[in-house]
């Protein structure tokens, strides 16, 4: 599994999802999860959002025993982003978690609250050893700006985005920031949660070549770069495996070309899209 760093720690660059984990049998959830880390796709990705905290429950059986081997990351809602509310939220989601700190705390989408209130609660879990590091998540420039104007350079670990093959808005001006403030790109729905094109002919052709599947294809495509990272979510063992292997492949630069030529990233949109 290739690896690059977010806030000091080698983090892999294909992690596991875990929106809508709790959709599946409990059992079932609990194994994928645990086969995420036997693969190393230690990187963990979840938030209070998901199945109003039952994800995060989930998490905390599956976890219990292996928390060393992970990079656990959770999100805060923008509605309990206040500068209590988000030291409240993150209280919640250990305790969820059956952990004593996450190794990244994000806010899930900006929100009514001022970020200068959010970045202190951040700045105060941090300094308090309940989070390691912070950062944002569904950020254009202009806010990712905002924020590292008020937390000053290299307080922002990562902005996690809307990224995969149908989609690469992210190219034009947020991939550019983030690599030149060394802030790491987390790229999430990277199968277009769920709607992922395994019968597009580039991909088959490919397919052929390598050996790799197309759903493999596009994670290596997605983290070809330095400080690019994914985070696919499957509740099925076997999917769970073959996407964490494809963080081990490295495509060459004419195989990138043939993929970014058959999924074009198309004009700047007015608005960052999200999900
Ligand atoms: P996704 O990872 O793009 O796609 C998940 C879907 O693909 C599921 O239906 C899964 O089915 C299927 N799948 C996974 N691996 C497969 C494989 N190898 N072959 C065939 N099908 C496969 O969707 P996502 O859950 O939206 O995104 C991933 C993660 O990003 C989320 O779980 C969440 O952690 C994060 N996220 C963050 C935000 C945000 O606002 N920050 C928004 C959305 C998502 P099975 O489960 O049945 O295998």
Request: charged letters at 20%; a negative charge; one cysteine or more.
């Amino acid at each position: 599994m290739r690896q690059s760093p977010i806030a000091h720690r080698a983090v892999p660059v294909v992690g596991y999802g875990t929106w809508k984990l709790e959709e599946s049998p409990r059992a079932e959830a609990i194994a994928a999860v645990r086969a995420a880390l036997d693969a190393g796709a230690t990187h963990i990705d979840t938030a209070e959002l998901y199945g109003h905290g039952c994800v995060e429950s989930l998490l905390g059986e599956a976890l219990a025993g292996r928390r060393d081997e992970v990079f656990l990351v959770s999100k805060v809602l923008p509605g309990n982003a206040s500068r209590k509310g988000t030291v409240n939220a993150c209280e919640h989601s250990l305790r969820r978690l059956r952990t004593d700190h996450l190794d990244l705390y994000l806010l899930h989408w900006e929100g009514p609250f001022p970020l200068q209130d959010t970045i202190a609660a951040f700045e105060q879990l941090v300094a308090s050893g309940k989070i390691g590091a912070w950062g944002l998540s569904n950020f254009d420039v202009d806010g990712l700006q905002a924020a590292r104007d008020i937390a000053g350079p290299g307080r922002i670990a990562a902005n996690q985005v809307l990224y995969h093959l149908g989609e690469r808005a992210i190219e034009h001006a947020v991939l550019p920031w983030c690599a030149a403030e060394g802030v790491a790109l987390v790229g999430y729905s990277p199968f277009g949660a769920g709607d992922f094109p395994a019968d597009h002919p580039a991909l088959l052709a490919l397919s052929a070549e390598t050996g790799h599947s197309p759903h493999q294809l596009a994670l290596a495509f997605l983290t070809r770069g330095p400080g690019l990272f994914t985070i696919p979510k499957s509740a099925d063992p076997a999917r769970v495996r073959q996407n964490s292997a494809a963080g081990a492949i490295r495509l060459s630069p004419d195989q990138l070309d043939r993929i970014a030529a058959a999924f074009p990233r198309g004009p700047r949109p007015a608005e960052l899209p999200t999900l």
